[in-house]
């Protein structure tokens, strides 16, 4: 599922693209069945000359920081395959971009942002009927970590 966001979304904060398609899986209860299917396009116009890469504008990083506010789980429902994933966490996590090496996330700041998922995603899950840590297990694994077992037993989930 593609939503666009387009540069007046971006700068007036507006998070109605994505909200319309969530709030009518949640509503309808189809959103368990939603697992990594969105696609972000993001039309932000900018000079031929601006060098950056669309993670280093913080007028967009600023609507992905609401957007991550609203919906903290929302990393479930984004492609990973089509780099969504890492898309979005560069949204919301220091990085580097080095052209030969690609993106270099701070890497306590990815740290942070992993676990922070885990925890909501633990908790968010069991609430729309996934009960394995088999899916969290397969995302921190996309952002380069890897849990044992005993750490969500730790945590009480099994």
Do not use: C
Not at 128 to 155: C, H, N, R, T, W
């Amino acid at each position: 599922m593609q939503i666009t966001i387009s540069g007046t979304d971006i700068l007036t904060l507006n998070l109605t693209p994505v909200t319309t398609v969530v709030e009518a899986w949640l509503t309808q209860g189809t959103i368990a069945n939603q697992e990594q299917t969105i696609v972000l396009k993001i039309n932000f116009e900018r000079a031929p000359e601006d060098p950056r890469e669309l993670s280093e504008i913080p007028e967009i990083r600023l609507w992905f920081v609401r957007l991550d506010s609203l919906y903290p789980w929302l990393v479930f429902l984004l492609d990973w395959r089509a780099g969504e994933l890492a898309r979005y966490t560069a949204m919301l996590v220091p990085h580097e971009f080095h052209r030969s090496e690609g993106i270099q996330y701070n890497p306590e700041a990815l740290e942070i942002f992993v676990m922070q998922k885990v925890f909501v995603l633990t908790q968010w899950l069991p609430q729309i009927g996934i009960k394995s840590p088999a899916k969290i297990k397969d995302m921190v694994k996309v952002l380069g970590y890897e849990l044992d077992d005993s750490f969500f037993q730790l945590i009480g989930i099994e």
